[in-house]
């Protein structure tokens, strides 16, 4: 073997950061999905200085208009322009979803962590506390930890945030005890490292590719969930531009005016293909073995 | 298998014992004293009192929970604060709707799916297959309200081919189920095609063909056969999803199931009847997937001495 054919595998086990990035940049759903959520969190950060109308004012004579040159996706029933509100209600899904499953993503990991490290006792109780928040399926724990807090906005990241709990533990968990029986973290143990060295310098490090897989598909779980909590009227409450609330508004009207419902739906649903692309494509760069 | 199935019992308990403590605490977190709630605003302190009295709520927490399991075994769900009538009939009535309406979403989902699936995997990288994960692509990140009210508007007013919604029988229930059965079904096409995928290129596949058996035989026989145990195993989780996609559903398309009577409730504040909906909601799913669990642990061995 020569040196020539040596080095490009030597070469890529030294730069983890590039492969990963010559492999993500060359998948096709990573690609697209890059470049929606790309666009969508351009929306959720610069969107008042992009959008044409004030999302909170209306005029009443131009109630219910169809697009049109002047309203490009129309107006809603109370004559507000349904493009600004849906480019102002980016922020708002995004600051929901970002701080719900950065909750879910942090009691998660710490449940899961410390299941899975200490075991035993704990690990049992923690784990059954689990399963009784999966008892309740999909959006039913949130619909019912909202039923506690009552509705709102600061509620809804709380309740979609809890109901991301379970999964993530597992995750970490599952890592976590599949890491630490390895040479390495046995060696770490041997040469006296502090339990807490140990889960933050070996465990968590090497956890992080299925996490990261789990946050980018968890954004548009809790995207769905969070708008269809306010589509339900238990969510974030009208006049705040949410696309899920602007959506239920616009249910009333689908009769005369269906451009009202339409157009918010079609947002999440663009910004969940998104995520999801986003979220297959990591996960085929980053472990091709968790690909179904 | 019995040793099994007497575990899974055992494991049981604690999820009960949670679900049913998590239920009794959202009566007792939701604001109000149900003791001044049940007497009415006109009420003076001695009734209300002796309301308190009565049903038990007087006493500490711990043996308010006592009570609360006891009646639930004899039936006993409360009174709903709105109408004044028990919970259990209205309960039973509604989720007769909903679970209705999840199976006839489920059937659809695994028969659309599965045949999707299945043609794609077959005719790998042709128009159909990337058509159909196209579809799958879109079918899983569609919120369903939005699906309910794009097929309401297309299906039932523009062609009026179906009703709008407010009916329990099978015709008006098939817009709700293709919109509740629509994310499930895109998941279960994508899992099919990549099962039969893997089991195409199996030896003994190859051996059937040698066998001279005609390919529609072997694909469904011997290739897809196989090809379902994976999915089995998830139907228990897509009946979860079913359940919590029903609420919307159900919302959009009036129809009265557990959802519409869950989201009325919150909204009226009507906790008895907000409390009992979660629990059955939660019972129902946790016995779903034990009899799935359980049937697939019949199925494969393995999986009993894990």
Not at chain 2, 148 to 172: H, R
Not at chain 2, 239 to 262: C, D, H, K, N, R
Request: glycine share 10%; proline share 6%.
């Amino acid at each position: 073997m020569t040196d020539a054919s040596l080095s490009p595998a030597v070469r890529r086990h030294q730069r983890p950061m590039s492969a990963f990035w010559r492999r993500f940049s060359t998948n096709r759903s990573a690609q697209i999905g890059f470049l929606i959520v790309g666009v969508y969190l351009f929306f959720a950060a610069f969107g008042p200085w992009v959008a044409p109308y004030d999302p909170l004012a209306g005029s009443l004579r131009m109630r219910l208009a169809p697009p049109s040159t002047e309203f490009w996706l129309g107006t809603d029933d109370i004559g507000r322009d349904i493009l600004s509100r849906i480019i102002y209600g980016a922020r708002v899904s995004f600051i929901i979803m970002a701080t719900a499953v950065a909750i879910g993503l942090v009691i998660g990991v710490l449940i899961g962590v410390v299941g899975g490290y200490f075991g035993g006792i704990i690990d049992s109780i923690l784990m059954r506390i689990i399963d009784v928040m999966l008892a309740f399926p999909s959006i039913f724990l949130a619909i019912g930890i909202v039923a506690a807090l009552g509705p709102g906005f600061f509620n809804v990241i709380v309740a979609t945030g809890l109901f991301s709990v379970p999964q993530f533990a597992r995750i970490a968990r599952a890592s976590v005890l599949s890491l630490k029986e390895r040479e390495f973290v046995e060696a770490a143990h041997a040469s006296g490292e502090s339990t807490f060295n140990i889960i933050s310098l070996y465990l968590l490090p090497n956890s992080l590719a299925p996490l990261m897989v789990q946050t980018t598909l968890r954004m548009s779980t809790v995207l769905l969930t969070a708008a269809a909590l306010s589509f339900l009227g238990l969510g974030v409450q009208p006049p705040t531009p949410e696309w899920g609330a602007m959506l239920s508004n616009g249910r009333t009207y689908v009769m005369i005016a269906p451009h009202v419902a339409t157009y918010p739906g079609l947002a999440i649903f663009i910004v969940v293909i998104g995520f999801n692309l986003l979220g297959d494509g990591l996960r085929d760069t980053l472990d091709p073995r968790m690909k179904q | 298998m019995l040793p099994y199935i007497l575990r899974r019992l055992i494991h049981l308990i604690p999820v009960m014992i949670g679900v049913t403590l998590c239920s009794f605490l959202l009566l007792k977190l939701a604001p109000g004293d149900p003791a001044e709630v049940l007497a009415g605003i006109e009420a003076n302190p001695e009734v209300i009192e002796a309301i308190r009295r009565k049903h038990g709520l007087d006493q500490p927490l711990p043996v308010q929970y006592f009570y609360y399991l006891g009646n639930l075994m004899l039936g006993d769900f409360g009174k709903s604060i709105s109408t004044g009538l028990d919970v259990g009939p209205m309960m039973w009535r509604a989720l007769i709707v909903t679970l209705k309406l999840s199976a006839l979403g489920l059937v659809l989902a695994l028969v659309v799916g599965i045949v999707i699936g299945a043609v794609a995997a077959v005719r790998q990288n042709s128009f159909f297959d990337s058509t159909s994960m196209l579809f799958a692509l879109f079918g899983a990140a569609m919120p369903n309200f939005w699906l309910g009210l794009l097929l309401m508007w297309t299906l039932s007013v523009t062609f009026p081919i179906f009703p709008a919604g407010g009916g329990t029988d099978l015709y008006s229930l098939i817009l709700p189920a293709i919109t509740l059965g629509t994310g499930a079904m895109a998941l279960i096409a994508r899992m099919t095609r990549a099962s039969m995928l893997e089991v195409i290129r199996q030896d003994y596949i190859r051996t059937a063909y040698a066998n001279g058996l005609s390919p529609p035989i072997v694909i469904i026989r011997h290739a897809l056969k196989n090809a379902m145990i994976p999915i089995s195993t998830v139907i228990g989780l897509q009946f979860g999803y079913l359940l919590g996609g029903s609420v919307a559903t159900e919302i959009v398309f009036a129809v009265p199931g557990v959802g519409q009577l869950l989201v009325d409730g919150i909204l009226a504040r009507d906790y008895p009847v907000v409390q009992s909906t979660m629990l059955m909601v939660a019972i129902i799913f946790v016995l779903v997937n034990l009899i799935t669990d359980i049937s697939y642990a019949y199925f494969d061995p393995r999986i009993r001495l894990k």
